[in-house]
């Protein structure tokens, strides 16, 4: 009797202690839990974590193990993106991947090359280690920082007159951005907005997914004591924790030549003063010829000026400047060119061209436009001239050491203007 209490209390303590034992040494499947959101430039590659742990790792085979990842899109539409089902691999989104060694440690991150736009939204990684599951979500959003540069950076002026400056903010993403433009007098307490003499274009989308947008400010003096007055284009996004700013200082001189005329015409005795009117007739008459034999001068002799290829603040955006030219016609062509050895070779990506009604005609976009393009803007500066800047943008996959060159195309020149920049460009 004694040997049968003995067995019966026996029993249920072996049992217990051994599912203590099971799920002191195997848990509960879990996932750990990640930083969200996670921000990804357009074109990077990136890893959504999902490491999931509560198993027996001696035990642990592929062929009982799952890990499902889908999305849900900012348009709430579900997308599957990637599955691994006990060794078998289906591929949803192209450039997705879950290396089998992670898996093995408890690693079901998905590895996710070229990031686009419309790869942002809510992940959702499922584990199942059969019997068990766990899941996990991890919101990623695509963001691209905008960089920004004026049509003149320091803007030259007399009282009473009145120009235009342009701000050009590139390579952001998503679309909504705010500029906005503001005044600094000589006293840094004097700040004033200038929305009533703005405009701002709707962005367009380049090549990349990111965007571009252009916003004006209308710059009119009234006097001298506004030398040294700075413009400054303010830009809020997204992928900004601080504005960026871009400044124009305005630099204002009085017209010393007319004021000159005017005190000699007033000094001079009455009966002179009518030899004075017919003479400075006989100036005026002449100066404006001359004027116009000037102008036509200047329209048929262009002095067509080229920058040299510069960094705008970002490893992916190059800027070359060309002033001076008229008419519009004029051709840009952009390419690769690779030293190896004794062999040279010259491979055409982009070409651009600006006909004579203003109409821009894209000319080429060959298979390596996604990794290197040209975006020019170009705008009138006077009734003579005009001026264009041209943005090269770069893909940051390219790892190669190689040469950008620039071509430009006039009919004004005898022979074509090239400018070259050698890059090396990291992943």
Known sequence: MEMTVYWSVLIPLVILCSLLSYHCTHGKLQI???DS????PPGHNTTLPCLFHGYEAS?????IVGVRWNLRTLEEKEKEVYLFNGGNRTQYRPGSHIPDSGLIGGDGSLYISNIQPSDEGEYTCSVYVTPEKAIRKVTMKVSAVPTCTVSDSRLKMHPNTERSVTCYVSGFYPETVRIRWVKHGNDSLNK?????RTYTSIPVQNHDGTYIVRSLVSVRPMSTEEDGDVYSCVITHR???????????????PIKDCEIKKCAHHDLPKHHR???????ITVVITYMVLLIIAG????????????????NGSDTILVCRISGFRPQNLVIKLYWQEDSGTRTTRHEVDSWRLRDNGEKDELLHTKDSADLYLDPVVMSDTWLHFHCVCLIHLSQHISDEKWIILEVHHKVLRLKICKLKKMLIHQ
Do not use: F, H
């Open 296 to 311: 036509i001068y200047i329209y048929k002799n262009v002095l067509l000026r080229v920058s040299e290829i510069t960094k």
């Open 274 to 280: 009518g030899q004075w009117d017919s003479t400075g």
């Open 59 to 63: 035990s642990l085979v592929l062929s």
């Open 37 to 40: 959101p996670i921000e990804v």
């Open 239 to 253: 992928s900004l924790r601080d504005p960026l700013t871009c400044d124009v200082t305005l630099s204002v001189k």
């Open 32 to 34: 750990r839990r990640v």
């Open 192 to 196: 004033a907005k200038m929305d009533n």
